[in-house]
């Protein structure tokens, strides 16, 4: 099982450009999330997604979308990306086994993003 | 919103030495867990706790909920190098996500 895969590793962009990163599960788990990483704040949720085809809003959402078209995958654009949205990406999944809420996240292992 | 907060913020040890982090909630928490970031890495699942006052072990690492269910505390006896990274702990109230504290980073001198 490779677990939790991210896609690309590190990216540069200009301002105004747009991409997208690609988030891929193999557990088969229900539930999946979009988290950035700055420095000195820890994880911050920007989307999450509760099962195929839905999605939700976290603490940060401004400025990013996401889609869930199939079980495993969770994808989240920036339609015109902005400095401030330099970051560490991280995709992370859990399991819908029993309480949802008490199960532990697993992570992908980060998009680097530099926005110029 | 609910806010997580962690002291400290950065934790300088010699090895041996005992390390301890501080997780503190705003509001009163359904469950908390722990996690661990290696220098360069994600973040990785260290443990939960879901009772009042309740405490676990994992070899060297003791975990604590407070008994109003507000703080966390994770505990290292004698620290190796291999301890080394930042940790974070992530509360959750009822019906809501996991929120998670700006994380303690963690080095140990060898």
């Known amino acids: 099982n490779a677990g939790v895969t991210q896609t690309p590793k590190f990216r540069v962009l200009k301002t105004g450009q747009s991409m997208t990163l690609l988030c891929a599960q193999d557990?088969?788990?229900?539930?999946m999330y979009w988290y950035r990483q700055d420095p000195g704040m820890g994880l911050r949720l920007i989307h999450y997604s509760v099962g195929e085809g839905t999605t939700a809003k976290g603490e940060v959402p401004d400025g990013y979308n996401v889609s869930r078209l199939k079980k495993q995958n969770f994808l989240l654009g920036l339609e015109s990306a902005a400095p401030s949205q330099t970051s560490v990406y991280f995709c992370?999944?859990?399991?819908?086994?029993?309480?949802?809420?008490?199960?532990?996240?697993?992570f992908g292992p980060g998009t680097r993003l530099t926005v110029l | 919103g609910q806010q997580v907060m962690q002291i400290p913020q950065y934790q300088h040890v010699q090895e041996g030495e005992d390390f301890t982090t501080y997780c503190n909630s705003s509001?009163?928490?359904?469950?908390i867990q722990w996690y661990k970031q290696r220098p360069g890495g994600h973040p990785v699942f260290l443990i939960q706790?879901?009772?009042?006052?309740e405490v676990k072990k994992q070899k060297r690492l003791t975990f604590q909920f407070g008994e109003a269910k507000k703080n966390s505390s994770l505990h290292i006896t004698a620290t190796q190098t291999t301890d080394v990274g930042t940790y974070f702990c992530?509360?959750?109230?009822?019906?809501?996500?996991?929120?998670f504290g700006p994380g303690t980073r963690l080095s140990v001198l060898p």
């Open positions: 509001t009163t928490l359904s469950n």
């Open positions: 992370a999944s859990s399991s819908s086994l029993s309480n949802w809420a008490y199960n532990e996240q697993f």
């Open positions: 706790l879901v009772k009042s006052g």
């Open positions: 992530a509360g959750r109230r009822d019906g809501q996500n996991f929120v």
């Open positions: 557990m088969n788990h229900e539930y």
